[in-house]
């Protein structure tokens, strides 16, 4: 049920055509210093990014994920144009997004049905 639902509604945000939002600064991309290994972003982004981690499809996953978000960044005061943040049918992320098999699949047959990479990307992470 909970994939039929996600499907639809996948089907109708591509057919609606929204506009992507994107959260980049635009500005040219500047290295921030890490500190103890851990990537400086804003606190905005810190919290996207753990926000991100609900839609990972298992319990495991998302705790994986949260983790990993703790140990790989930092609040570090200002945003960080380097980490790559958009958002798609009001669903934000930044950085890469680690997919499951079946979540690679979808983004592959988005792309072949015309959606570009990176909406297909965030919109089966989310709702598939």
């Known amino acids: ?20 939002i994107g959260t980049g600064t635009g500005t040219a991309a500047r290295a921030l210093p890490k ?12 919290e996207t990014l753990l926000n991100q981690c609900s839609y990972a499809a298992t319990a495991r996953r998302r705790t994986s ?3 990993t978000v703790r140990q790989d ?24 997004l680690r997919l499951s098999p079946s979540e690679r699949a979808c983004v ?5 049905k015309g959606l570009t990479y990176r909406r297909a990307e965030v919109e089966c992470y989310a709702f598939i």
Do not use: H
Not at 35 to 46: A, D, K, L
Not at 83 to 89: A, T
């Open 73 to 96: 960044y930092r609040v570090g005061g200002e945003e960080n144009p380097d980490l790559d943040c958009r958002e798609y049918s009001g669903v934000a992320v930044c950085g890469r």
């Open 65 to 67: 994920c949260r983790d």
């Open 35 to 46: 500190e103890n290994g851990r990537t400086p972003v804003s606190r905005s982004q810190y």
């Open 1 to 20: 049920m909970k994939r039929i639902i996600a499907v639809t509604a996948l089907v109708m945000v591509t057919t609606a055509g929204l506009v992507v």
């Open 108 to 112: 592959r047959d988005s792309v072949a």
